[in-house]
T-cell receptor, first 113, second 114 residues
Framework: GAGVSQSPRYKVTKRGQDVALRCDPI?????LYWYRQALGQGPEFLTY????????KSGLPNDRFSAERPEGSISTLTIQRTEQRDSAMYRC???????????FGQGTRLTVV | GESVGLHLPTLSVQEGDNSIINCAYS??????FIWYKQESGKGPQFIID?????DKRQGQRVTVLLNKTVKHLSLQIAATQPGDSAVYFC?????????????FGTGTSLTVIP
């Protein structure tokens, strides 16, 4: 595709359920980033992959959050036992290499009710 | 028009005027900075970047100034147009990052009055 694609665009889930958010980066992009953006705030770094290797997960808030990129392309961010405070826009970004400009997707709006 | 970023998150300017958006960053070890533009309903979009070995960098209608002494960044937009209306974020690269992991500021909302 032409840009970073995220699915679903919107997700409403009940508190306590698990959710999986998908990111399809720009073809050939080596680096992939996950950010979370609360309303009216700037994006908050969650985790970063180079190829399939998770290089930095220091931004994941707690152990309910995990991410994978098993084949170095598509990535999944999983949130277990969701809580209302997890409600936010989850954004994925990718870049050709780890030192180049990252391009953001349109995000997944997660609402936990 | 000018904003102080975190303290005045909204800036309104007349079309054709110059805009200045300010940002204070936190870590003196940060060596790379980016300004992003985010339009409603879209992801952040790269505008211009600057490395810590520079004080100033110019792009098309935009200039970024970096003052490392006081840990301050500014984005200047010349001849502001209605299409410039958006939220602008400064972002500092996480120190010792192996990739481009960034800390974003709160953002400043720019409204251009036709």
């Amino acid at each position: 595709g032409a840009g970073v694609s995220q699915s679903p665009r919107y997700k409403v889930t009940k508190r306590g359920q698990d959710v999986a958010l998908r990111c399809d980066p720009i073809s050939g992009h080596v680096s992939l980033y996950w950010y979370r953006q609360a309303l009216g705030q700037g994006p908050e770094f969650l985790t970063y992959f180079n190829y399939e290797a998770q290089q930095d997960k220091s931004g994941l808030p707690n152990d309910r959050f995990s991410a994978e990129r098993p084949e170095g392309s598509i990535s999944t961010l999983t949130i277990q036992r969701t809580e209302q405070r997890d409600s936010a826009m989850y954004r994925c970004a990718s870049s050709p290499t780890h030192q180049e400009e990252a391009f953001f997707g349109q995000g997944t709006r997660l609402t936990v009710v | 028009g000018e904003s102080v970023g975190l303290h005045l998150p909204t800036l309104s300017v007349q079309e054709g005027d110059n805009s200045i958006i300010n940002c204070a960053y936190s870590n003196s070890a940060s060596d790379y900075f980016i300004w992003y533009k985010q339009e409603s309903g879209k992801g952040p979009q790269f505008i211009i970047d600057i490395r810590s070995n520079m004080d100033k960098r110019q792009g098309q209608r935009v200039t970024v100034l970096l003052n490392k002494t006081v840990k301050h960044l500014s984005l200047q937009i010349a001849a502001t147009q209605p299409g410039d209306s958006a939220v602008y974020f400064c972002a500092e690269k996480k120190p010792k990052a192996t990739g481009n992991q960034f800390y974003f500021g709160t953002g400043t909302s720019l409204t251009v009055i036709p």
